[in-house]
């Protein structure tokens, strides 16, 4: 599979392809020290592509639940994630 030049997200192998790339990408660059805050290189151009690619996958397919947030009253509110 090349994922350097997929576009769109549309199985879980795929997703789970740019899940593990992203991982080794990520890897690979703080070896060589180039994952910093305001770097702007390849890995992070590649890594941010294929996260998004990762994120439009989720919220296209991924039923999100809602959360429950308990405050310091004891009282939870609850919040629903827009998809």
Do not use: W
């Not at 199985?11 to 899940?19: K, M, S």
């Not at 991982?23 to 805050?37: C, F, R, V």
């Amino acid at each position: 599979m090349d994922l350097q030049t997929l576009q769109k997200v549309e199985t879980r192998e795929q997703y789970d392809a740019i899940r593990m790339r992203v991982d080794e990408l990520i890897k690979e660059t703080t070896e060589k020290g180039l994952l910093e805050s305001n770097a702007d290189n390849d890995y992070i151009r590649e890594i941010g592509r294929l996260g998004i690619l990762g994120a439009q996958y989720e919220n296209e397919y991924y039923p999100f639940q809602c959360l429950k947030v308990r405050n310091k009253h004891r009282s939870s509110k609850t919040f629903h994630l827009i998809g």
